[in-house]
Nanobody, 116 residues
């Protein structure tokens, strides 16, 4: 059974930092592309960052230079380091596991709220 469990969300002031984690089980983690998406109220889900199984990374324009995605294949975990947070970063953040073939799997999401 595939499980993706996000953690690390919370309330932070503008300019602050958070690190999200997504622990995967039930998959061969190393062959999956992993990604973080987010969805703010009333908005569509958007790609935040992704890392391929070879370690290539990519970022949404709004987070470039502030967020860093990384993966630890030994721990079956993908991370999202978020620095210089802005109120517009407030959203539910979802972890996604994308297999070589077939549909993506999703976690339940973790809330990030940036407010003074």
């Amino acid at each position: 059974q595939v499980q993706l469990v996000e953690s690390g969300g919370g309330l932070v002031q503008p300019g602050g930092s958070l690190r999200l984690s997504c622990a995967a089980s039930g998959i061969i983690f190393s062959i999956y592309n992993m990604a973080w998406y987010r969805q703010a109220p009333g908005k569509e889900r958007e790609l935040v960052a992704e890392t391929t199984r070879s370690g290539t990374t990519g970022y949404g324009d709004s987070v470039k230079g502030r967020f860093t995605i990384s993966r630890d294949n030994a721990k079956n975990t993908v991370y999202l380091q978020m620095n210089s947070l802005k109120p517009e970063d407030t959203a539910v953040y979802f972890c996604s596991a994308q297999p070589p073939i077939g549909g993506s799997r999703w976690g339940q999401g973790t809330q990030v709220t940036v407010t003074s």
